[in-house]
């Protein structure tokens, strides 16, 4: 799962600054996961996939602004460490949860890619934890500076196309 926004997300320290945060649950801490799938090709299911047996959240600072942000681990105990510079910032909160979003742009006025990363980290009511990440994209557009608020205007607008969705599902051990 790591895998699919790791490759967009060099620009979290562009955008971390214009999020906001909020209350909501207590993310941090160590997740032991259930479930994991991945569709590289769209927004529907994916097949089951094997990714790392926990997760744990942190709650980092980065020029001011707290955020979560998740990790891989190989036990309760051995985890990797968030780099906030390039690992998802899960800032806004929202229903159950927080959100996180990156943006990227590639290409001039005549040729730009625009596109998006979303994830949620939601808890439920029984505690279990999902994260849906989905990652969004429009070619080809023309006329633009191609930058990355264009990006994010192209994805509150509704114009980037959804092309692979990956779901973690965990519990507290």
């Known amino acids: 799962m790591r895998s699919l926004p790791v490759l967009t997300l060099s620009f979290v320290a562009l955008t971390i600054g214009c999020v906001e945060t909020a ?25 089951a996939v094997t ?8 709650q980092e600072e980065l020029f001011g602004q707290t955020f979560f942000q998740w990790a891989a681990c190989t036990s309760p105990t051995t985890c990797e460490m968030p780099n906030p510079l390039f690992d998802l910032a899960y800032a806004k909160a929202i229903a159950g949860g927080f959100e996180a979003q990156a943006y990227t742009a ?17 808890v439920a009511a029984d505690g279990a934890l999902t994260i849906e990440t989905r990652t969004l994209t429009k070619s080809d557009v023309t006329g633009t500076t191609c930058q990355t608020e264009e990006a ?12 692979s969705l990956a779901v973690l599902t965990a519990t507290r051990p």
């Open 106 to 122: 590639s290409g001039d006025a005549t040729a730009c890619s625009l596109g998006a990363v979303v994830s949620t980290a939601i």
């Open 51 to 58: 990714g790392p047996p926990y997760i744990q959240f942190t």
């Open 152 to 163: 994010q205007a192209a994805l509150n607008a509704g114009q980037l196309t959804c092309g």
């Open 23 to 47: 209350t909501g649950p207590d993310l941090v801490g160590v997740w032991q996961v259930t479930a994991q799938t991945e569709n590289p090709t769209g927004c529907t299911p994916g097949p």
